[in-house]
């Protein structure tokens, strides 16, 4: 009974996890089957393993193949990260939890709320990050700087040049920034707060 208690949170809080915060806030499809599948091939493995003579060192030796080679094969943001590996603790808690009923759910919980969090769309709204190139090269750290507050329209926080090309006068600059208050966009429709 423990174990289908624990497997029906994991269901649930995985549920949670991909369909009330991940796709209403990014809508990326491709990722949904992908947490999914994941979420529920650890919650598998994990409880086959719990079962077995074998020890959780090997359970988490896997869960560190299966981060390695899915994040090799895409490119994944931060936040997608984030996901990917929320993803996976979820179907790892249920079964190493089953002698404490309530421990499992309650990380589940946990993570849940911390991702809720942490990618919240109020979170840090007005600060940016963005690939900006430009059709002046600039060799000095402080126009370049201003140039870039004037262009964007904000306060920038840090600017990294990635390439710069005297030759066809263009400088790439990975920038973050947060922009003023009168910058502010507008709410999109369909994104949970």
Not at 82 to 96: K, N
Not at 112 to 119: I, K, M, Q, R
Request: charged content about 20%; aromatic content about 8%.
């Amino acid at each position: 009974m423990a174990r289908l208690v624990l497997f029906g949170a994991d269901l649930l809080a995985a549920g949670i996890l991909v369909f009330g915060l991940y796709f209403p806030r990014h809508r990326r499809r491709d990722l949904v089957a992908a947490y999914l599948g994941v979420n529920v091939g650890v919650l598998a493995v994990t409880w086959s393993l719990s079962s077995a003579t074998v020890g959780a060192g090997l359970g988490l030796g896997l869960f560190g193949v299966l981060s390695i080679i899915r994040l090799r094969s895409t490119e994944l943001g931060q936040h997608e990260v984030a996901y990917y590996f929320s993803a996976l603790a979820l179907g790892i808690l249920g079964p190493l939890s089953e002698s404490v009923l309530w421990l499992g759910p309650s990380l589940m919980a946990l993570i849940l709320l911390v991702v809720y969090a942490g990618d919240h769309p109020r979170l840090f709204r007005d600060y940016r990050h963005q690939v900006v190139v430009l059709d002046r090269a600039f060799t000095d750290q402080v126009a370049l700087v201003a140039y870039l507050e004037g262009v964007l329209g904000a306060r920038v926080h840090q600017a990294d040049v990635e390439r710069l090309d005297l030759a066809n006068d263009t400088t790439v600059v990975d920038v973050r920034f947060a922009r003023r208050p009168h910058m502010r966009e507008p709410e999109r429709a369909g994104v949970r707060r």
